[in-house]
Structures are given as C-alpha cells and as structure tokens.
C-alpha cells in the first residue's frame, strides 16, 4: 500500500528538545513492547493496556509543565509514569508484582503512585479519576499555590457521567484543571462515531462554559503548544479547559483484545503516515540536529534501560505476607 507521510513543519524547538522528545518517545515505545513480550511469558499477571501509538501525548504535555503540577490517569498509564520521570525499573516491577515496584508490587499495571513525582494514578474503574483530578485542582486553589492538574481519560470515559457532573463542578470553582481526552478512536472497541452523538468531544464543555480545542495528537510539537496555552489559562485563574487530543493506539485495548474491530490496513497506514517518533525522527534528520549514528546510540541507550528495568523486574522478590497489611485504614 503506497501512503504519503505527514511533512514534519518547521519549528523553533531547539535540537536538544527534540532529542529530548524522541528519546522519550521511544522510551515509552520500548518499554511497552518488553512489557507486552513479558505478559507474553506469564511474568505480567492480569490486565495490561500497552500505549504504543500515543506517545506524543503525554510526552508533549509533560513538556508544558512545571515542578508541583499533578496529573492523573486511568488504566493505560505506563507511558503517563515515564513520562514525569519514574523509574522504569519500579515502573517494570511493579507491573511483575515484585517488592521493588513503585507501589511494592501490590498496584500492578493499573493502580500505581508516586507522591514524589506527583502522580496520582492509573485507575481501573473507567472515568473515576476525572474528579479525582478536580478534587487535586480544588486542593491547590485552595492553596492557591500556582499548580495546575492534568485529568487524562478517553473518548470512551468522554461518555460516563461523572465526567459532566466533574466540568460542571470545575467550572463552577474555577479550578485549575485540564481536562485531556487522550482519544484514540476506538474506546475499548467501539468506534467514537458508534457512540459519541458529537464529531468532537471536547465541545461538550461549552454547556459549562469550559473552552477546548482538539489537538493533532501524533505530533508532539503541536501537543506541546496546545498544553502551553491550556496551562497558562489554568495559572491566569481562568479555570478548566479541555484538550482532545486525536491520537492513536496502535495495539489491542488491552493484550486479550484482538482488534478485529479495524483493518491491520488501517493501522499500517497510521504507522506509515503518521507515527509520533518516526516524525520527530526525521525533523532531527532533516533538519541536521542528529545524525543517523547520534539516533542509532539513543535507542541503543533506551534498549539498555528497557532491559535493565525488565531483568531487575524479574529478580526483585515477591512482596512477604505481612504486606498484606500495609497502607490499609484497618
């Protein structure tokens, strides 16, 4: 099949940015893939919901933000905790249920935390963590201490209730919370045209007077602009704002799931035409911020972490039986 990629545009970003932007990328990238191989290998216990195909999201969005920010999200979160910087061995352990996991193996894929790097989770139960993410905004108007909270979920949870009762409260409080629609298209497996009565989700938030806009989500640069104007609406105290962000996932929902609800044609052709790193791969190019050989010791560097965080996954012991009785109220 003959496609025609998309032309990266011309942009002021500085080589060492989009170094930093494909290296984290592709982080992400392969990190999921190990994942998938060690779900594959029994070593990964229950759900699993890899992110590869939407990178530039989050990656773009982190680079809007500022040390204090919060974000949270729900079950497809792997990519969200490399993204603000944790790390990719307590990332991998935790997913393996190992004492060495960021949450002592006890969260697994879904339910991880870092109060250092201010993330808030993944969440299984789909949409609950949009007012989550309002009540941490509330907390910091409260504080009136500057920061701003990102709330992810996807077109799927766009559809549940306690999204609109959440923007109603939002906007009502003037919190400072961004509403990301990380919408990949297909919810769990229903395309968004089956379920969703509006072309674009985020005008639902006119009803709140909560103001959006939709945001190429393959193309970290524009990610990044679109997080930079929503953040600077949220500090100015103007409240929420919503971005949709149109990405992609390129893998199943979750890894039980087939995909037989799309053409492997379809997806091919996004690969092909429009991949987040391979964009960011020829604008270095291209543009002479990298040679093949600077590209070639990045993922050779990324490789090395990935299989490093995957043989400490692997070694870091099982949690003991008393942990059973840690972080719990009673």
């Known amino acids: 099949m003959t496609t025609a990629k998309k032309t990266p545009r011309k942009s002021n970003t500085s080589a060492d940015e989009l170094k930093h932007y494909y290296r984290e ?163 769990m497996g229903t395309a968004q045209k089956r379920s969703t009565s509006s072309p674009d989700i985020y005008t639902r938030g006119e009803a709140f007077g909560i103001p959006g806009e939709t945001v190429d989500g393959m193309n970290v640069l524009s990610v990044k602009e679109a997080g930079e104007k929503a953040v600077a609406h949220c500090r100015a105290g103007k409240g929420p704002y919503i971005l949709e962000v149109k990405t992609y996932r390129y893998r199943g929902h979750s890894m039980s799931d087939p995909a037989k609800y799309r053409t492997r044609e379809e997806v091919q052709k996004v690969r092909e035409q429009s991949d987040p790193i391979e964009m960011v791969r020829e604008m270095l190019l291209s543009g002479k911020h990298a040679t093949e050989d600077d590209l070639k010791a990045i993922d050779k560097e990324i490789k090395e972490i990935v299989n490093q965080a995957a043989e400490f996954s692997k070694e870091s012991p099982e949690p003991s039986v008393d942990e059973l009785w840690t972080d719990i109220y009673a």
């Open 25 to 187: 990328m592709l982080l992400i990238r392969r990190f999921e893939e190990k994942a998938g191989q060690l779900y594959g290998m029994g070593l990964i216990g229950g759900f699993c919901h890899l992110y590869i195909g939407q990178e530039a999201v989050v990656v773009g969005l982190e680079a809007a933000t500022e040390e204090g920010d919060k974000r949270i999200t729900s079950y497809r979160d792997h990519g969200h905790m490399l993204a603000c910087g944790m790390e990719p061995g307590g990332v991998m352990a935790e997913l393996t249920g190992r004492i060495g996991g960021l949450s002592k193996g006890k969260g697994g894929s879904m339910h991880m935390f870092s109060k250092e790097k201010h993330f808030y989770g993944g969440h299984g139960i789909v949409g609950a963590q949009v007012p989550l993410g309002a009540g941490l905004a509330f907390a910091d108007k409260y504080l009136n201490n500057g920061r701003v909270t990102f709330a992810y979920f996807g077109d799927g949870a766009a559809n549940q209730g306690q999204v609109y009762e959440t923007f109603n409260m939002a906007a009502l409080w003037k919190l400072p919370v961004i509403f990301v629609i990380e919408n990949n298209q297909y919810a």
